[in-house]
């Protein structure tokens, strides 16, 4: 993907946007916190951390098992790598890029799929109805080699408000649920909120987490 032209420059580098369905399946619908649980262990398994387990023995001389969890999934992995290659490296492989947007892009549509705002199933690889894109920075001459250290506290004002906007939109998720039971339409207005909230919050992540930009989210829905 090609950065922002001259005649774009106002375009933050994330961005996302969803095709919405005139009618939507009261069957799905229904039913989708069952037809959701295969993709949803995919994803979890996909993004969780690692679990080990040690034998011991105990004070009596009995071998007790012990498991703990470790690491931070590939999700607080791919956090900590990149900031490691821009502070000492200055360098954002393109393949590291390529990988960290494809894995939100299927997140994104999971998500998608689970706040009932389409009823295709989320693939694993087809782009489907749901268009979520990142400009890919030259790490050389558009990333200040230490702003990843800071990115996340910078972010803290996002935090809080996206904290509210995301009560509100679970609401409206709920509510849209009787909507489409009832009508088969997700309201236009509902729907423009909910997506408006996974964008906002997607800014935030490309800025505080991919480290894909330096540019601050702006505080906005559209």
């Known amino acids: 993907m090609s950065g922002p032209t001259a005649s774009n420059t106002d375009v933050y580098p994330a961005r996302l946007t969803i ?3 005139d009618r939507l399946g009261r069957a799905s619908t229904i039913f989708r916190i069952i037809l959701i649980i295969p993709i949803a262990i995919v994803l979890n ?3 969780s951390g690692g679990e080990s387990t ?5 004070g009596a001389g009995d071998f007790v098992s012990q498991s703990s ?14 900031l ?3 502070l000492f490296r200055k360098r954002y492989p393109r393949w590291w890029f390529d990988f960290a947007l494809a894995l939100h892009r299927f997140i994104t549509r999971v998500l998608t799929y689970l706040f009932f705002l389409t009823d295709r199933y989320p693939s694993t690889e087809d782009e489907q109805n749901v268009h979520l894109d990142l400009d890919y920075p030259d790490a050389q001459t558009q990333l200040s080699r230490g702003m990843p250290l800071v990115k996340w506290f910078l972010a803290i004002p996002h935090y809080v408000i996206l904290f509210f906007l995301w009560i509100a939109a679970l609401v409206l998720i709920l509510l849209s649920w009787f909507a489409i039971i009832f009508t088969g339409r997700y309201p236009r207005s509902f729907f423009d909120f909910v997506v408006g909230v996974m964008r906002w919050s997607w800014r935030v992540q490309a800025y505080a987490f991919l480290l894909a930009t330096d540019r601050y989210p702006p505080f906005r829905l559209s």
Do not use: E, P, W, Y
Not at 54 to 58: G, I, K, L, T
């Open 45 to 47: 398994i996909l993004v």
């Open 84 to 86: 490691l290659l821009i």
């Open 19 to 21: 095709d919405a369905q």
């Open 54 to 58: 040690v034998v011991v023995v105990n």
């Open 69 to 82: 969890s470790f690491g931070a999934g590939i999700l607080g992995s791919l956090f900590l790598v990149t």
